[in-house]
């Protein structure tokens, strides 16, 4: 799949943008584990063109953790533009995704993120004028409308397309399902089948395993796939799917999800090697953010990790790790939940 000139090879599996997730530390992590392209949390483009200081932040990327995308949000098209500029000027991203989706009241109540699926017309403008802004491709992530009643996307996908969108990240539920219900990809396959969109489609939703993401190529069509809640605590996901697609060439394996931990043959994912790679995670958020950052970013993650799933009594355990406030603290209880990790 290409993006403008950007070749993300053949079926790539993305990291969703998450807030307070996707940080630099995370991301390369991710890029490392065989995510196709990172993409940033979203960044207000009021508080990029108020200079504030935590916002400026987080268009920090590094090298070797592209190709890297930076999402941008914000109602209003003067600061959109002049957001799109200061982003390309400062970081030089690979991608500028624009934020049409998030459905946190304090977002798109006020008119932003997945509001703008109840302003059509000045989504559009403000697609139109970030795409004129800047000189890397424009992407798009959006819902597949405001709610049950208004499912939009069909057209929609046409008229961002129109403005000169080159990608679509299209997540399988509306602004009122938040995050609850399960991701409809039905509407996304038919974006896909429509003979006027040339643009690649990205779809996005629920992917947990890979043999959901074996469907969401096979049977929706889509030229990508983006994962986002699924990473949290398995970062391995991406070698785990990334084995399985290439193996499969299309075809479906049976009992895939049993198979996938073995198809890394030359480096297996065993449970050390999963600890390990936390602990990895930890020390590069804390390399590229502080210490006190790094382990409040990726203590939630580790916590929560499913290589965990599965200990008798683990609550406490899990509520220490939670609590953690240093390098070492966290690192020991690791190691004395590694023992513990069923086989
Ligand atoms: C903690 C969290 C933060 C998120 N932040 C963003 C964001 O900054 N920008 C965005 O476009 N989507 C954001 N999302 C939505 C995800 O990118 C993704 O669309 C959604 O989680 C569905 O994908 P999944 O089922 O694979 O998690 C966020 C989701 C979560 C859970």
Not at 165 to 192: C, F
Not at 201 to 208: A, R, S, T, V
Not at 211 to 227: S, T, W
Request: proline share 6%; hydrophobic share 40%; glycine share 6%.
């Amino acid at each position: 799949m290409t993006i403008g000139t950007l070749d993300l090879g053949p079926r790539p599996v993305l990291l969703a943008p998450m807030e307070d997730v996707t940080d630099i530390g995370f991301r390369l992590l991710c890029r490392q584990m065989g995510a196709a392209m990172v993409y940033s949390e979203f960044v207000s483009s009021d508080a990029l063109v108020r200079n504030v200081n935590r916002t400026v932040q987080k268009l920090e990327v590094c090298p070797e953790e592209r190709p890297v995308a930076i999402q941008i949000y914000g109602k209003y098209p003067d600061a959109m533009e002049e957001a799109a500029r200061i982003v390309v000027e400062t970081a030089r991203p690979d991608i500028l995704d624009i934020n049409f989706g998030c459905p946190v009241k304090r977002v798109a109540s006020k008119g932003a993120g997945a509001g703008l699926l109840q302003n059509v017309p000045l989504m559009l403008e403000i697609a139109r004028r970030v795409v004129d802004a800047v000189d890397v491709p424009v992407t798009a992530k959006t819902r597949l409308g405001w709610d049950q009643n208004h499912i939009i996307i069909q057209d929609l996908a046409e008229q961002l397309q129109d403005q000169g969108i080159q990608a679509l990240t299209i997540h399988g539920r509306t602004r009122s399902q938040m995050y609850t219900g399960q991701a409809n990809w039905d509407p996304i396959a038919e974006v896909k089948r429509n003979p006027r969109i040339h643009i690649p489609i990205i779809g996005n939703g629920d992917i947990d395993s890979p043999q959901k993401a074996l469907d969401a190529f096979n049977l929706y069509g889509v030229d990508a796939i983006m994962v986002g809640r699924a990473t949290f605590g398995r970062p391995w996901i991406f070698r785990e799917i990334n084995a399985v697609l290439q193996k499969t060439d299309e075809q479906e394996v049976p009992m895939v999800n049993a198979q996938c931990s073995m198809l890394n043959e030359e480096c297996p994912m065993t449970n050390d090697w999963k600890l390990n790679t936390l602990k990895q995670q930890v020390l590069t958020c804390i390399a590229h953010l502080d210490e006190r950052r790094g382990i409040l970013h990726s203590r939630r993650h580790i916590a929560n990790s499913p290589i965990f799933k599965g200990i008798p009594n683990f609550r406490e355990h899990r509520i220490a790790m939670l609590r953690a406030e240093t390098a070492d603290e966290l690192f020991r209880l690791m190691e004395e939940a590694r023992h513990l990790i069923p086989d």
